[in-house]
T-cell receptor
């Protein structure tokens, strides 16, 4: 089944403890992206990757890191999480970075205490 | 800077009614516009994708239109059902993707 998977689905952590949220797609897509969703602010793009080793900032990249060493994986790294990074995170992928449909993962609910 | 606005923010209609959700964007230099549905606490389900060169797309009871020159898209839902109750999001894509805040739809049985 074609899908985007994220792990973990739920995570509660404490301020300053480094964490990684994994994202994997099995559709051989070139483009992958991370979003966060917050009440009243909607979905905002954090980082995106047009292909392996090519990443760029979205609208809210501060406090996050990403890497794209393999086509199928695009992990989101929070080096020193803070409470304002408590959010619902979505990973997405598409076959290219332009005029095609994006497919979204199920989401990761992160709470930083 | 691209901005995406969805009106109305919330809508309550009786079952069977036809309805229109609106999405407007400020910069017409987009690759495509995608409509999504999101149920409470759930992920995003893609409904329709309109390429920048297209005027509309249809899927079942859903019809989405795009007027790039005026920066507008509409999602038309025919014969609404209680199962259509959800938040509907539009997203415009250039090299980034910008989402609207969504329209929360409630269809009363």
């Amino acid at each position: 089944e074609a899908q985007v998977t994220q792990n973990p689905r739920y995570l509660i952590t404490v301020t300053g403890k480094k964490l990684t949220v994994t994202c994997s797609q099995n559709m051989n897509h070139e483009y992958m992206s991370w979003y966060r969703q917050d009440p009243g602010l909607g979905l905002r793009q954090i980082y995106y990757s047009m292909n392996v080793e090519v990443t760029d900032k979205g609208d809210v990249p501060e406090g996050y890191k990403v890497s794209r060493k393999e086509k199928r994986n695009f992990p989101l790294i929070l080096e020193s999480p803070s409470p304002n990074q408590t959010s619902l995170y979505f990973c997405a992928s598409s076959s290219s970075g332009t005029g095609v449909e994006q497919f979204f993962g199920p989401g990761t609910r992160l709470t930083v205490l | 800077k691209q901005e995406v606005t969805q009106i109305p923010a919330a809508l309550s209609v009786p079952e069977g009614e036809n309805l229109v959700l609106n999405c407007s964007f400020t910069d017409s230099a987009i690759y495509n516009l995608q409509w999504f549905r999101q149920d409470p606490g759930k992920g995003l389900t893609s409904l329709l994708l309109i390429q920048s060169s297209q005027r509309e797309q249809t899927s079942g009871r859903l019809n989405a239109s795009l007027d790039k020159s005026s920066g507008r898209s509409t999602l038309y839902i025919a014969a609404s059902q209680p199962g259509d109750s959800a938040t509907y999001l539009c997203a415009v894509r250039y090299f980034k993707t910008i989402f609207g805040a969504g329209t929360r739809l409630f269809v009363k049985a």
